[in-house]
T-cell receptor
Framework: AQSVTQLGSHVSVSEGALVLLRCNYS??????LFWYVQYPNQGLQLLLK??????LVKGINGFEAEFKKSETSFHLTKPSAHMSDAAEYFC??????????FGAGTRLTVKP | DAGVTQSPTHLIKTRGQQVTLRCSPK?????VSWYQQALGQGPQFIFQ???????QRGNFPDRFSGHQFPNYSSELNVNALLLGDSALYLC?????????????FGPGTRLTVL
């Protein structure tokens, strides 16, 4: 069964520092991988998705993620954190578009 | 273009009651999925509707049921509410269930069961 594991339930960075949120997946078939962001009391917004077209995926708000099959990873990065990046981030995997399976989430805190 | 909309925003029920949550998909989308997000956790897939049929179901009891209407809007019904049903219920829509299509999420309905 496909699943994702997000390493670190809480990540804290200083404003301007690198953001690295970790996601490892488990899949017996080529996966479709997603990163979503959730601001307080809101739904989920798509940051980026991997659908096998390119291993380095660029998303909105300066975020990007690299698919590494050898490491079964899909880590999310941003070169310079902004205060507005503080939110909950979810990695998700789906073998199709029916059953999207989410990780437990990583809460990002940005310190001034 | 309106995105995914859900109603109501908040709901308070007591144990044993029944609740109906509503969702209107994004324009042009014909597939609706429902998720339950407990506090501090990631969303869990409940089921997906396409062409007014339940296409796939997650690991939820039969107390959770749904419906999709010809205009693609959807309802989630939960019977015999338990305290553990307290959660944020998210609706997501997508343009037909093709692999790789992202799902667009609504703001959710916060259900509290007392």
């Amino acid at each position: 069964a496909q699943s994702v594991t997000q390493l670190g339930s809480h990540v804290s960075v200083s404003e301007g520092a690198l953001v690295l949120l970790r996601c490892n997946y488990s899949s017996s078939v080529p996966p479709y991988l997603f990163w979503y962001v959730q601001y307080p009391n809101q739904g989920l917004q798509l940051l980026l998705k991997y659908t096998s077209a390119a291993t380095l995926v660029k998303g909105i708000n300066g975020f990007e993620a690299e698919f590494k099959k050898s490491e079964t990873s899909f880590h999310l990065t941003k070169p310079s954190a902004h205060m507005s990046d503080a939110a909950e981030y979810f990695c998700a995997v789906t073998p199709n578009n029916n059953d999207m399976r989410f990780g437990a989430g990583t809460r990002l805190t940005v310190k001034p | 273009d309106a995105g995914v909309t859900q109603s109501p925003t908040h709901l308070i029920k007591t144990r044993g009651q029944q609740v109906t949550l509503r969702c209107s998909p994004k324009s042009g989308h014909d597939t609706v999925s429902w998720y339950q997000q407990a506090l501090g956790q990631g969303p869990q897939f409940i089921f997906q509707y396409y062409e007014e049929e339940e296409r796939q179901r997650g690991n939820f009891p039969d107390r959770f049921s749904g419906h999709q209407f010809p205009n693609y809007s959807s309802e989630l019904n939960v019977n015999a509410l338990l305290l553990g049903d307290s959660a944020l219920y998210l609706c997501a829509s997508s343009p037909n269930p093709l692999a790789g299509n992202e799902q667009f999420f609504g703001p959710g309905t916060r259900l509290t069961v007392l």
